[in-house]
Antibody, heavy 124, light 113 residues
Framework: QITLKESGPTLVKPTQTLTLTCTFS??????????VGWIRQPPGKALEWLAF???????RYMTSLRSRLTITKDTSKNQVVLTLTNMDPVDTATYYC????????????????WGQGTLVTVSS | DIVMTQSPDSLSLSLGERATINCKSS????????????LAWYQQRPGQPPKLLIY???TRESGVPDRFSGSGSDTDFTLTIDSLQAEDVAVYYC?????????FGQGTKLEIK
């Protein structure tokens, strides 16, 4: 049974760095083809993909936020960490992590398991 | 970046009716090596994370009722929900995963009259 859970601060100040942790079970990021992505959703708005890390450490980022994003993995702890620097109120959103499986490409069939998400508010 | 545009933005139908949601990509999402269209559909019920319904444009995820079906060409896609039920009230999103940055549509809100 695959589960993912996001954790981190619920409130950050503008200009601070956000660090979110995705702790998962039921799969390993050492298994060929497995990946974990981060997706966010501002209140009342659409989903927005942010970053992705593959089992072989291939990493991809959203173009417009690339300079502010870093994704890493700790396979011994079954965790994926996302950092987003220089937070702004427009970064207020629910942040989700999600599992995927690839082979021919990084993702073969979308994000099939999602965490419940964590709401991060940016305010002074 | 590939832009995904959904229509309509919202839909209000009666129980038992059929819902049709469209999604258009600004470029082809057909992957030539396996002839698959890298397009997924998600359902997001109020207060819940998204749930994968369809991938490769027309393949139902395990456990998804066969009332849900997907179809489309290389750039124009449709999610059809037959015999609407109360539990189908949700926002539906399409997503292309053909090339990064992976992008979502703006969502279509489905309500029951």
């Amino acid at each position: 049974q695959i589960t993912l859970k996001e954790s981190g601060p619920t409130l950050v100040k503008p200009t601070q760095t956000l660090t979110l942790t995705c702790t998962f079970s039921g799969f390993s990021l050492t298994t060929s083809g497995v990946g974990v992505g981060w997706i966010r959703q501002p209140p009342g708005k659409a989903l927005e993909w942010l970053a992705f890390i593959y089992w072989n450490d291939d990493r991809r980022y959203m173009t417009s936020l690339r300079s502010r994003l870093t994704i890493t993995k700790d396979t011994s702890k079954n965790q994926v960490v996302l950092t987003l620097t220089n937070m702004d109120p427009v970064d207020t959103a629910t942040y989700y992590c999600a599992h995927s499986v690839g082979g021919l490409t990084l993702i073969d069939n979308g994000f099939d398991y999602w965490g419940q998400g964590t709401l991060v508010t940016v305010s002074s | 970046d590939i832009v995904m545009t959904q229509s309509p933005d919202s839909l209000s139908l009666s129980l038992g009716e059929r819902a049709t949601i469209n999604c258009k990509s600004s470029r082809s999402v057909l992957y030539g090596s396996n002839n698959k269209k890298y397009l997924a559909w998600y359902q997001q019920r109020p207060g819940q994370p998204p749930k994968l319904l369809i991938y490769w444009a027309s393949t139902r995820e395990s456990g998804v009722p066969d009332r849900f079906s997907g179809s489309g060409s290389d750039t124009d896609f449709t999610l059809t929900i037959d015999s609407l039920q109360a539990e189908d009230v949700a926002v539906y999103y399409c997503q292309q995963y053909h090339s990064t940055p992976w992008t979502f549509g703006q969502g279509t809100k489905l309500e029951i009259k």
